[in-house]
């Protein structure tokens, strides 16, 4: 399947290339690389937003109904009277904060960036299938941003009611003040932001099938691209149906449909709604919102098997088995949505099949653990900032991903489904994993970006910091879940029966303020390294694979001359047939040379 | 004027940064001709050694973790199926500690033992089937035991049976409060819809049904030990979840549904507090609270009531502003106990009668009413 055609197409359109304004370079560019730069920089300033948001309410937590000038700054005099927290912006911004985590920095500022950076140049492409469709999906994504940092200004605050959005609290404005105009604004940046995914993804999936250079089979792929190419795929079964759950609450909330709302009762009225049901919602919002999670955590994962792979001077440990895990995990991954909804009302045999196919993801993931650590056995580990971050992914990725064992499980789950034990779990399983997944990526990738170098011992503070504070946060939050402390509690001063839990919550807001903090330190490095950095060689961390073959200044089709052409798979470290450690993918076999993949 | 402070402050943190990062890139001038922002043999020695005592960190953090908050979590449960849930929740938590133990052990010394030195190669070692074999087989056998063991209890524990002697409970949820309404003699609860909602009968009970006419609407719930209770929950408004902790019970309150579930309480409230658990951790509570009480008194204040267990019904779904103080208090008698509390309380219909023949009269079902409204101002705040 190679596509020397379509190369002879591009390269002529290449050579006529017209001169490119400002505009058409940094703005609307149709470029992949700078599309990519566009989905990092927008991820990056999301992701600032969100966090900052999550320090606040953890203040909240920790000093609960203490006065702080900063409430009062940020949130102003509505929302935080003299420095004191409302119990409704609370809620508020832990909604806020789940939304911008999970769906504007860990799906498109992840898989956005580094899909969009390294599907055209690991594969050998002149660019995306259809830049032009590339570009309208960043663009759709920044005006879904825009649109959602919007509804923090509306009137009655910004959607409120969680970022799983269940009706009836997301549906009616007399249960939760956000579920006004803020709710309207949450559920249209959704709708686009799900057009920005579908088109990001298509746009995927056709150039790994189509636009591979010669000699660049399937099973020669880099996992990164692997990765993409499956997250591209779920995301395009799954998302429509959250857009289909946002489209029919939209219903109900302006039409007077009952998709999802019967028999209820509030502010001293009976509703007209009859025959709905919240249950519905909750599966068609979590069809997506499990598989959601494997889109926010696949892509680290590509990036990590890569990053271990250059890092350790070692190929990849068991290749087929990381791409059949990889296979497995996305499978499942659209079987399991029940396991959020144990106790949610549904048929209890329901919940035995969903246990059932949940616990059968522990395989897969166990195989990909065991795999990535093999892979550091006997290497010759560079220890970069991109590879403790690797190492730093595996190891939360293992700590979190063992709770789901507890999780997934429905008899256990009953008593800690929405504790503060869930908090623990998905946030070092996918949270934390998934960031350190993109920080090990833009450490590894800043150079093929920006052409410049990040300063390592910036990198190296930056992660040290980061994995003690990301443990100090999440860690003991185990322990008050177990104690039945329930999440989205303003403050748990009404239950003395939580009284000694306390000091933990202190505890952990210290850690996060600090882990907070330090993450300036990355901000610092990457904004100045833009400019500043030491000027990148061409292939800094002697890697095989193509984007290292392209030159360090960005042109426009990636080669200057003829796309390479690939003559081995994409692992080719250390090989004792070779005099240097790593063979890049274009060098031809050798005569005779034995042929271990393909 | 703290905020130009602010930014004079961060201002400062870049420019030391930027410096402190200039002297670390003239340090390196020196030693092997690399400012490459690669890592060289000096970096990858630092950071092995980092790896390695980051281990100890998570080591030593674990242990300091189970042995200062280790007897946090709940402990004895309360009700009879609770112990087959604690007793799997052990299982898994032996199954984890040892995995992780192991598997993090396995990475952070690795990343130590092959840290890169130059001129150093690394194993070509790209694939071993018995290997593969071995890591997806293990995982699979133990998982095939913790689901069959999970799926029996889970059988056990979320299927009623209808014809067992049960007491017939309903658990009604509504912004931001719990009412519960027990079945009375005949054990079968009325119809009930919220269209049906008026004055004191605010869980919209349809009074004209013969079910209904002896159930009894509390505000505290009393259930007695040793005996199942088939708790029946409603909501009037969102979704709220009644978390039974204790009990290691719960289940979503769904609007315009009834969802079920089902336990035996198996020790009184009294006996619940004479737990030597139960009664360390109170006293320990109690300490926490004095302290705080002497500071709030310092600062004019009033103080902290001492504090004495007692089981209690939380809302775990999201329901509102006010969604972090939706609790019921819950008392286990002994049976004889329960049958007095029982014959001590009146039956919906005839809280509705009374409050009909003397409306000036508040009745308890008005101040239920009376609450209802104001929850929307709490929630104002």
Redesign the interface.
Known sequence: MSAEGHDHAHDHEHEHHHKETFITKYIFSIDHKMIAKQYLITGIIMGVIGIAMSLLFRMQLAWPEESFKIFNVLLGDKFAPDGVMANDIYLALVTIHGTIMVFFVLTAGLSGTFSNLLIPLQIGARDMASGFMNMISYWLFFLSAVIMLCSLFVEAGPASAGWTIYPPLSALPQAIPGSGTGMTLWLVSMAIFIASSLMGSLNYIVTVINLRTKGMSMTRLPLTIWTFFVTAIIGVISFPVLLSAALLLIFDRSFGTSFFLSDIYIAGEVLHYQGGSPVLFEHLFWFLGHPEVYIVILPAMGLVSEIMATNSRKPIFGYRAMIMSVLAIAFLSTIVWGHHMFISGMNPFLGSVFTFTTLLIAIPSAVKAFNWITTLWKGNLQLNPAMLFSIGMVSTFITGGLTGIILGDSTLDINVHDTYFVIAHFHLVMGISALYGMFAGIYHWFPKMYGRMLNKNLGYIHFWVTAVCAYGVFFPMHFIGLAGLPRRYYTNTNFPLFDDLQNVNVLITTFALVGGAFQLVFLYNFFASIFNGKKAVQNPWRSTTLEWTTPVEHIHGNWPGEIPEVHRWAYDYSNPEHEEDFVPQTVPMKPGESVLHH | M??LLVIIVLVL??VA??Q??KI??LTQVGSSSD?????NDK??NI??Y??FG?LA??YI??IY?LLA??D???HTPASAHGG??DN??NI?WV??FI??AI??V???Y??FK????KD?????????NK??AL??II??VV?AG??LY??Y???N???VDEDEDTIVVEVYA??FKWTARIAGEDNVLGKA???Y?EGVNTL?VDLSDKNAEDDIVVSELHIPKGKKIHFK?RS????H?A?F??F?????C????V?EFAFTPIYTTSEYRELPYMVE?VA??NE??AKKSVELIAKGESG?DP?T?DY?L????????????M?MKIVVDTPEDYKKWLADQTTLVAQVKASLEKPAEETPGEAKEND??AA?EV???
């Open positions: 703290t905020s943190l870049a940064l930027w402190l990062t670390f890139d400012s490459s922002q690669v890592a970096d990858n950071q092995g980092l790896m980051f960190f998570l953090f674990t973790g908050w280790g946090m979590p709940l087959q849930v799997l929740m898994t199954l984890i995995v992780q598997t993090q396995l990475l952070y690795f990343a092959y840290k890169g030195k150093q190669k690394a194993l070509y070692f790209a694939d071993n290997l593969e890591w997806s995982p699979a998982l913790l689901i999970g799926l209890a889970w059988t524990i979320m299927f509504q912004q819809n919220v269209r909602i919209g929950f009037q408004d969102v979704l979840s978390y902790p204790h290691r019970a719960q289940m979503n769904v609007p315009g549904m969802t951790k320990h509570i926490l609270r902290l504090y267990f209690l939380l809302c775990n779904k999201i329901c509102g502003a006010s969604h972090y103080n609790q209802t409204v929307p929630a104002m705040k």
